[in-house]
């Protein structure tokens, strides 16, 4: 649970009362995306959507 949090963080989003699951689940999402890129990992158009979604849970899909 701290990796999440601790990740949450680094996309520095405020953890309140006003937090949303969405904006908890794009904060994340743009930490999992930030340790890929900074690891080197290159995916394609599919790849990259897959792992949003599996990032978000779904919750970004629109």
Known sequence: ???VL????YANF???DEATPEGLAAAWTANVEELCR???LEFDAGEKLAVRRWASGGLLDH
């Open 38 to 40: 900074v690891a080197l």
């Open 1 to 3: 649970m701290s990796f």
């Open 14 to 16: 405020p953890l309140n």
């Open 6 to 9: 601790q990740g949450i963080a």
